[in-house]
């Protein structure tokens, strides 16, 4: 997985609903050893994390390029990647982010900060994005070529567009 994989999951941390472990298993659902291994103390270190991830985004998006970046520090240091190869063979070879024993939360986090950290130092502080749609608050990593992305999601494009298009209907310039 490159950076952008890694980071992508830190934007899911971000927006996701963290309000109980079933919320955090079904996050984890993709990962059957994480999920089948999370547990409270995992809760609380994704919640820990969604805070501050958080923070990073909103920081972003404010231009406290400063701020963001010793945000992500601390969750560097909090999070600690030690890589490592697993697998069991040629074919299955593949990274993980943490120390082998690591809980769920470690595994999950020490990639996810990672890859945003990498990101922030490849692409810039201006990829972080947090969505323009009235109502929506979630973040995104915009991976546009000409760094034009605005919303979180298609739908909420959509929804906006379709706004701003009825809103022309109903009040027609009276430019000529």
């Not at 990962?31 to 923070?55: C, E, I, M, N």
């Not at 993980?96 to 130092?121: F, I, K, N, R, T």
């Amino acid at each position: 997985m490159d950076a952008t994989g890694w980071a992508q999951r830190a934007v899911t941390v971000a927006n996701a609903d963290l309000g109980t472990l079933a919320d955090l298993q079904a996050l984890l659902a993709e990962w059957p050893r994480l999920h089948d291994s999370a547990g409270l103390g995992d809760l609380a270190a994704f919640g820990y994390a969604q805070a501050r991830l958080r923070r990073v985004f909103a920081a972003a998006a404010a231009a406290r390029e400063v701020e963001a970046v010793e945000l992500l520090n601390g969750l560097l240091t909090r999070f600690r990647v030690q890589p490592r190869i697993a697998g069991t063979s040629a074919a299955d070879w593949h990274m993980h982010a943490a120390g082998a024993g690591a809980p769920a939360s470690g595994e999950y986090l020490a990639g996810a900060v990672w890859g945003l950290a990498v990101c922030l130092c490849q692409r810039g502080l201006d990829r972080f994005g947090l969505c323009k749609a009235a109502g929506c608050d979630r973040f995104f990593l915009d991976d546009s070529a000409n760094r034009n992305r605005r919303f979180c999601s298609d739908r909420c494009a959509t929804r906006t567009h379709g706004t701003a298009h009825r809103a022309r209907r109903r009040h027609p310039s009276t430019v000529g």
